[in-house]
């Protein structure tokens, strides 16, 4: 399995962005897909989780901002980010569950700055 983000860049803070992963490959069930981010000195932490049915988790400095979503026949996660901060500043990563395999992206730029 194969994952590419996409959507990325520089927004002033209070602007919005929105992320897309997409994944390919022999793919025949994805489970919990998942965005994390790691800002520059810090540890990889986890933004938002979305399972097969649909139900989500998020990280508390996010929620009422980000929205994760997926669209099952393209085999794509989405993460709706608005109302950003500085502090969102980070390389934005995807997951994706298959089977006993976990599966990354390569990664996206996010930078908030004015």
């Known amino acids: 399995v194969q994952l590419v983000e996409s959507g990325g860049g520089l927004v002033q803070p209070g602007g919005s962005l929105r992320l897309s992963c997409k994944a390919s490959g022999i793919i025949w069930r994805l489970n919990a897909m998942g965005w994390y981010r790691q800002a520059p000195g810090k540890q990889r932490e986890l933004v938002a989780t979305?399972?097969?049915?649909?139900?989500?988790n998020y990280v508390d400095s996010v929620k009422g901002r980000f929205t994760i979503s997926r669209d099952n026949n393209k085999n794509t996660v989405y993460l709706q980010m608005n109302n950003l901060k500085p502090e969102d500043t980070a390389v934005y990563y995807c997951?994706?569950?298959?089977?006993?395999?976990?599966?990354w992206g390569q990664g996206t730029q996010v930078t908030v700055s004015s």
């Open positions: 997951n994706a569950q298959q089977g006993s395999g976990l599966y």
């Open positions: 979305i399972d097969e049915g649909g139900s989500t």
